[in-house]
């Protein structure tokens, strides 16, 4: 397995992995598939030198990806904070493709500069807040009961991690 910059060509590969958690419910907040077009301002938000989207690749194919994310894009005060996303195709986990993917991306994070790494989850997504816990993330914040699934309610979590000390 290879770790590199995600490139154009990616993208419908990133998509369709996400998609993979919008059918699974409880593991992203949005309901739908999303689509290249709708995605495309955010594809725009990332590049290699600021806000990268790293891929895992294993025999030609993707099997996951890892992207940090402006938060709250436009603020500067909020310029050293990024936010931390990883999506593993549904056939490669449990096999240290996410380990290895938030690794390399927090490498990269404290290579740019940035000084904290939030995630936003769900707060029933017990995958996700056992593996950010083993990174050294820790709850940041909770706000309960905000998203709604198909009738049912849950809350959502903001997990951070400082990088560097602060200024």
């Known amino acids: ?17 996400y998609n993979q958690a919008v059918d699974e419910k409880f593991a992203t907040a949005d309901t739908e598939y999303v689509t290249l077009e709708s995605r495309k301002v ?3 938000q990332h590049s290699a030198d600021t806000y990268p989207i790293y891929v895992a690749e294993k025999d030609g194919e993707i099997i996951g990806w890892c ?24 056939d490669h986990r449990r ?3 996410a380990n290895k993917l938030i690794i390399h991306t927090i490498d990269s994070a404290k290579a740019l500069g940035f000084r ?16 950010l816990e083993k990174f050294g993330f820790e709850k940041w914040g909770h706000l309960p009961l905000i998203v709604e699934i198909e009738g049912m309610n849950c809350g959502q979590y903001i997990y951070g991690r400082k990088l560097k000390d602060q200024f």
């Open 1 to 17: 397995m290879t770790i590199r910059s995600a490139t154009l060509k990616d993208y419908s590969d990133i998509i369709k992995i």
């Open 42 to 44: 955010w594809f725009a």
């Open 67 to 90: 992207s940090l994310s402006p938060h709250r894009p436009g603020r500067k005060a909020l310029r050293s904070v990024a936010e931390i996303s990883y999506y593993i195709h549904k």
């Open 95 to 97: 096999k240290g493709v």
């Open 116 to 131: 904290n790494l939030i995630a936003i989850l769900l707060d029933l997504n017990k995958a996700s807040i056992y593996i």
